[in-house]
Structure formats: structure tokens, C-alpha cells
């Protein structure tokens, strides 16, 4: 019975992730936030979901007090930021530290803010690097390889952000996101009002 509930709770994840990757955009949920708010939530949520291994895992933040707030979907955003942490979470295992950050590119003027989380976990394989972000390529036993795939199209496509990957074998990995500040322009050019 534990096995296939474990199963289900599986096909269900893999459904999920299949129903997030395809979602069209939703111009109307689109809100003002403060991204410095946002990572708690996640460090949160994390610390929920590993809180067996929280203990040994730590996370640290330094956070921009002067970044201006963006507009962004709060709910899409936590989806990516979350996949992020886990994966680090998931890569260091049983013990490590994840860094996040949040910076501005410009101080005298922001056009965009950064997060960089930052993990010493075992790294990423050179062979792998270029396959990151194709849907369903994975190298856990249980993942649907779709986390990094719904984070790139959530950051580039649905909020014309970046989103790129820096890794070295039993050095860590660290993921730097960038995202505009201003209203967000959707997928047919127009700024919304």
C-alpha cells in the first residue's frame, strides 16, 4: 500500500508539473511586490517540505533593502523560486548551505533586480549543463524534469526575465535570476495598464 501510494503521489506531481508547463499566461494576475518579501516564503515552505534534513541544511540571505518593487504573477514566482531551492535542497542531500541574495543591477537606476542562490552542494555534471532546461530530462530517481523547464518559461517567457545557471563538480551550482522592473510587457508586445 505505502508503494503505491507513493506512486500516485508521483503521477499526481507529474500531472501537475505537465499542467503548469502548458498553462497560457494570465495577464491579470500580474501584481506589484517586494521580491525580498517573497523569499521568506519560500525558505518557509522549503524548511517545511525537507524538515527532516533542515536541520543539517541552512540558508542564509542578504537581502537589498533599497530594490523597488515589480510586477510580477506572486503565485508563478514562488512556483520558480521554490523549484530553485529545491533542487539545491534535493543536490546537497543531507548536509550544506544555500545562499540567496537579492541585488539591483543599477543603483542610480534599476532596470532589473537579481536573486542569486547560491548552493555547495556536489554540482552539476558538464554533460548535463546543456540539457537543464529541456523538458522531461532528469537524473533524480523520482523527478518528472519539468522544475527547471516551468522556472525558465515562467522567468524568460511569461516575465521576460533571465534565468541562467553556473555549475562545477563538487564546487556547487548557483542559479542567478534576473527580473525587469515596470509593468510587464505580455506576449503580444503591449505593456500592461
Not at 543539517?56 to 523560486?81: G, H, Q, W
Not at 537579492?102 to 536573486?115: A, R
Request: net charge negative.
Amino acid at each position: 500500500m505505502k508503494i503505491i501510494q507513493e506512486e500516485i503521489q508521483h503521477l499526481n506531481r507529474f500531472v501537475q508539473d505537465c499542467l503548469d508547463f502548458v498553462r497560457p499566461l494570465s495577464p491579470s494576475r500580474f501584481i506589484e511586490v517586494e521580491i525580498n518579501q517573497v523569499i521568506p516564503s519560500v525558505i518557509s515552505l522549503v524548511s517545511h517540505m525537507f524538515e527532516e534534513s533542515s536541520k543539517k541544511l541552512r540558508i542564509t540571505t542578504e537581502m537589498d533593502p533599497s530594490l523597488p518593487k515589480i510586477y510580477v504573477n506572486y503565485d508563478e514566482i514562488m512556483r520558480a523560486f521554490l523549484n530553485i531551492t529545491k533542487n539545491a535542497f534535493e543536490a546537497m542531500d543531507k548536509e550544506g548551505e544555500l545562499s540567496i541574495k537579492t541585488y539591483s543591477k543599477s543603483k542610480s537606476h534599476p532596470e532589473s533586480i537579481g536573486v542569486l542562490f547560491v548552493d555547495n552542494g556536489p554540482g552539476i555534471k558538464q554533460e548535463n549543463m546543456e540539457n537543464l532546461f529541456n523538458p522531461f530530462f532528469t537524473t533524480k530517481l523520482w523527478g518528472t524534469g519539468l522544475g527547471l523547464p516551468i522556472c525558465r518559461r515562467i522567468i524568460v517567457e511569461r516575465h521576460h526575465g533571465r534565468i541562467h545557471i553556473a555549475s562545477e563538480e563538487n564546487k556547487g551550482t548557483t542559479v542567478t535570476v534576473e527580473l525587469p522592473v515596470g509593468k510587464p510587457i505580455h506576449t503580444d508586445g503591449v505593456k500592461s495598464s
